[in-house]
C-alpha cells in the first residue's frame, strides 16, 4: 500500500504571473511581468552556458551577481561609452526584475 502524501499548502492560490500572463494573453498586451523574448537565443551563447555547466556553475550565485560577469559588464559600458564603474559596489547583476 503506497502511503498518501498531504500538502502542505492546500490552498495555494495561482501567482500573480499566471494571472497577468492570461489577462495579457486575453486582451493582446505586451507582458512586462516575466520574460517572454520573441527571437533566438545566439547559439554562442547556449554552447558558453553548456561548457559553464558543465565546469559545476550551476548554483545560485551571490546576491550582487558574478564578480567576471560585474566587471565585463563595467569593462563594456566603458568601451562603449567612456564611463567607468566600480564592479563591487556600482554594478548588480540579477536574473531578473523580481531578484532585483
Excluded at 495561482?14 to 500572463?21: A, H, L
Excluded at 486582451?27 to 545566439?42: H, K, R
Excluded at 565585463?72 to 567612456?82: C, D, F, N
Amino acid at each position: 500500500m503506497t502511503p498518501q502524501v498531504t500538502s502542505k499548502h492546500p490552498k495555494m492560490g495561482t501567482t500573480i504571473f499566471t494571472v497577468m500572463s492570461a489577462l495579457a494573453a486575453e486582451t493582446g498586451a505586451v507582458n512586462l511581468g516575466q520574460g517572454f523574448p520573441d527571437f533566438e537565443c545566439d547559439a554562442n551563447l547556449v554552447d558558453q552556458v553548456t561548457q559553464a555547466m558543465k565546469e559545476g556553475l550551476n548554483q545560485y550565485p551571490p546576491m550582487p551577481g558574478v564578480l567576471a560577469l560585474r566587471e565585463a559588464v563595467s569593462a563594456k559600458l566603458e568601451s562603449l561609452h567612456g564611463y567607468r564603474y566600480d564592479p563591487v559596489s556600482e554594478i548588480t547583476v540579477t536574473a531578473g526584475a523580481t531578484q532585483a
